[in-house]
């Protein structure tokens, strides 16, 4: 024989849902088990029904005047919204914020270095915090600052979003980029092809000298 439906029970200790007996109000507004609206009644008919129909007698909206309970099977309906709030999380992207640090009068190499950890940073669906760091004199000359974040913003083209223009902040200078809606597998396979093409670039050999011979002297051309 299945088990009779307790009506005395009650929610969790954390949740504040009102179900059947801890609905004190004298009346409500009922909506039954198929979602139509029954219409306002006293509580303790709106129960009775509930009962009959080996139901739960759930306040819905509690500040409506009158209160708004609906019938239904409490258990079911919580397992349901739990499977929903799960599904919502787990399509939900997480958005890290990631920083690299330039200095103004960067070599090419290490911009080339930094700018492909932006790359991979927009390509992994994360926001990039760009920093200009200045020293002493540097303070003097804020515009090679400016212009290495907007060079920067321009090569990532359709990877990036600027989200915040450069600013100056104290001793630095920041700009925040966000992930393009093309950021991603299309912008991998790009950054990808971008760095087989810079490592098949011929490297320049480093000098050989004769056994006995000095160590070659590089000439500045403009004192000849």
């Known amino acids: 024989m299945p088990v009779p439906r307790r009506f005395d029970r009650q929610p969790p200790e954390r949740d504040t849902t ?11 507004r009922l909506i039954d088990e198929t979602g139509q609206q029954v219409g306002i009644m006293k509580t303790a008919d709106a129960l009775k029904i ?13 500040e409506a005047k009158p209160p708004v ?31 690299i640090k330039f200095r103004p009068k960067i070599a090419q190499h290490d911009y080339d ?15 990039v915090k ?6 002493g004199r540097e303070m003097a000359h ?13 090569e990532l ?33 790009a950054a990808a092809a971008e760095a087989e093409e810079a490592a098949a670039k011929p490297r320049k050999q480093p000098q050989q000298k004769a056994p006995g011979s000095a160590e070659p002297v590089e000439i500045n051309p403009e004192l000849i």
């Open 50 to 62: 509930a009962q009959e129909r080996d139901l739960d007698l759930v306040e819905v909206a509690p």
């Open 18 to 28: 009102r179900i059947n007996e801890r609905i004190r109000v004298p009346e409500i």
């Open 157 to 189: 083209g359709e990877l990036a979003v600027v989200e915040q223009r450069p600013q100056q902040d104290g001793r630095n200078m920041v700009m925040m980029l966000a992930p393009s809606r093309v950021a991603g597998e299309d912008g991998a396979a």
């Open 69 to 99: 309970c609906r019938i239904l099977d409490y258990s079911k309906y919580k397992y349901e919204q739990a499977q929903k709030q799960k599904a919502a999380r787990k399509h939900q992207t997480q958005i890290n914020v990631r920083e």
């Open 142 to 154: 804020p515009e090679r600052g400016e212009q290495l974040l907007n060079r920067l913003a321009d």
């Open 130 to 135: 760009v920093t200009i760091m200045f020293r």
């Open 113 to 127: 270095t930094k700018k492909g950890h932006v790359l991979r940073f927009l390509n992994g669906r994360d926001k």
